[in-house]
């Protein structure tokens, strides 16, 4: 099992910045991916950013060029640097890890508890 805090959401103005950080713990050694998801009341969950363990990391078309996913991994911690803020970030961020089953042939996935993130205009 994967465990995943997030924390560092909160309020920011149109234009600035935040950070989110999510700490992995458990059985972490061999996750595919991690990244970040994002969702809005009554709308699904979107993929905002992610960063494969072999890979490039890809981003969300409206965030690229804002938005900087990174990890430690002597931290087991994945982070999200979001610069340039808009309103429509608003969100509640879910921090999520990834690993390939070869029993079922799928990926298993955990979630964190995610983090509200408010930009006012």
């Known amino acids: 099992q994967v465990q995943l805090v997030e924390s560092g959401g909160g309020l920011a103005q149109a234009g600035g910045s935040l950070r989110l950080s999510c700490l992995a713990s458990?059985?972490?050694?061999?996750?595919?991916?991690m990244g970040w998801y994002r969702q809005t009341p009554g709308k699904q969950r979107v993929l905002v950013a992610t960063i494969p363990t072999a890979g490039t990391t890809d981003y969300l078309d409206s965030v690229k060029g804002r938005f900087t996913i990174s990890r430690d991994n002597a931290k087991n911690t994945v982070y999200l640097q979001m610069n340039s803020l808009k309103p429509e970030d608003t969100a509640v961020y879910y921090c999520y890890a990834r690993r390939w089953n070869f029993e079922t042939h799928t990926y298993d996935y955990w979630w964190g508890q995610g983090t509200q993130v408010t930009v006012s205009s």
């Open positions: 458990g059985i972490i050694s061999d996750l595919n991916a």
